[in-house]
């Protein structure tokens, strides 16, 4: 965040059991589910809480543009006595991407001989035209945006987890001992397809 900073407090749960389900579709192949639930145990020395959501979008404006993202998360807390806790929690993320090419400017674009061009889109009509590999009319464009690359993708993945003991030791303080874990992983990937410069 700018200028301050952002904290995320897990929920520990506790109570009755309970929880709550979330599924939604739409347009375009999407697709989103969510559910999540708490709870306690054990006369409430125990408590939880987990949750799991998943977000898919399989054709996306081109019918090439996949985007999914699955994300889970859980928390546990056990009262070791009154006044000492040991409580745990995870969060891991896994997201796949198609992604397009960069826009361009054809060498046969209208631009003037100096000074600032004017940004003027390829019709989608012909863009259609470009992205299948097919000639097309470039007629007042001056650039191509975003041609589609059906064999670019980015994949994304995160896990952290994380283990904490807390003593009180009375009105005058508390200490805690914990670890922290995070593992993350990113990769870009892509093969020949494609209408620009795209080497096997």
Do not use: K, W
Not at 63 to 74: A, E, F, P
Not at 82 to 108: K, V
Not at 164 to 183: A, K, M, V
């Amino acid at each position: 965040s700018t200028g301050g900073a952002i904290n995320i407090v897990s929920d520990y749960g506790g109570g009755r059991p309970h929880g709550e389900f979330l599924g939604e579709g739409g347009g375009l192949g999407f697709a989103r589910g969510r559910a999540r639930f708490s709870g306690g145990a054990l006369n409430d020395r125990l408590n939880y809480s987990a949750g799991l959501a998943h977000l898919n979008v399989s054709n996306g404006i081109d019918g090439q543009d996949t985007y999914r993202n699955s994300t889970g998360h859980g928390a546990v807390q056990y009262a070791l006595s009154p006044s000492a806790t040991l409580s745990g929690r995870i969060m891991a993320s896994d997201g796949f991407l198609q992604l397009n090419d960069r826009g361009f400017i054809p060498a046969e674009a209208n631009l003037p001989t100096n000074g600032l061009p004017r940004l003027v889109p390829l019709p989608a009509d012909q863009q259609r035209l470009v992205d299948a590999g097919l000639p097309f009319q470039l007629g007042d464009a001056t650039f191509i945006p975003d041609p589609n690359d059906p064999d670019s993708c980015r994949s994304s993945s995160f896990f952290a987890g994380a283990v904490n003991y807390t003593q009180q030791l009375g009105p005058q303080g508390s200490f805690r001992i914990g670890y922290q874990g995070l593992d993350t992983a990113r990769g870009f990937r892509d093969g020949p397809g494609g209408i620009r410069f795209e080497p096997e």
